[in-house]
């Protein structure tokens, strides 16, 4: 499975942005999708993660109820929608493909995308 992450940029706090993750190759719409972000000197991070069907999703509490993840199969696209973006949400966000339901821990996930950055100024 290849991913393709984008739709990162710059933005104000209190705005939006939507996070797209094209996936590509075999079966690649039965994987569980999940994003992940790192910010400078940190470690990589947990914040949402989807089922293959859709119709699972859990977030990260710092992010719970700010953003949506959802995704559309039949474009092997997953999306995060990220409302009231906070400075503390800077990072560069990753979209990780696996097989384990539910997981928080980037070993559980084989297939990474590169990153696309996320920067939130005041």
């Known amino acids: 499975v290849q991913l393709q992450a984008s739709g990162g940029g710059l933005v104000q706090a209190g705005g939006s942005l939507r996070l797209s993750c094209a996936a590509s190759g075999r079966n690649s719409s039965n994987y569980v999708i999940a994003w992940f972000r790192q910010a400078p000197g940190k470690e990589r991070e947990f914040v949402a993660t989807?089922?293959?069907?859709?119709?699972?999703?859990y977030y990260a509490d710092s992010v719970r109820g700010r953003f949506t993840v959802s995704r559309d199969n039949a474009k092997s696209t997953v999306y995060l929608q990220m409302n009231s973006l906070k400075l503390e949400d800077t990072a560069v966000y990753f979209c990780?493909?696996?097989?384990?339901?539910?997981?928080?821990?980037?070993?559980?996930?084989?297939?990474w995308g590169q990153g696309t950055q996320v920067t939130v100024s005041s």
């Open positions: 989807i089922n293959w069907r859709g119709a699972s999703t």
């Open positions: 990780a493909a696996g097989v384990t339901w539910i997981s928080t821990i980037t070993s559980h996930y084989g297939y």
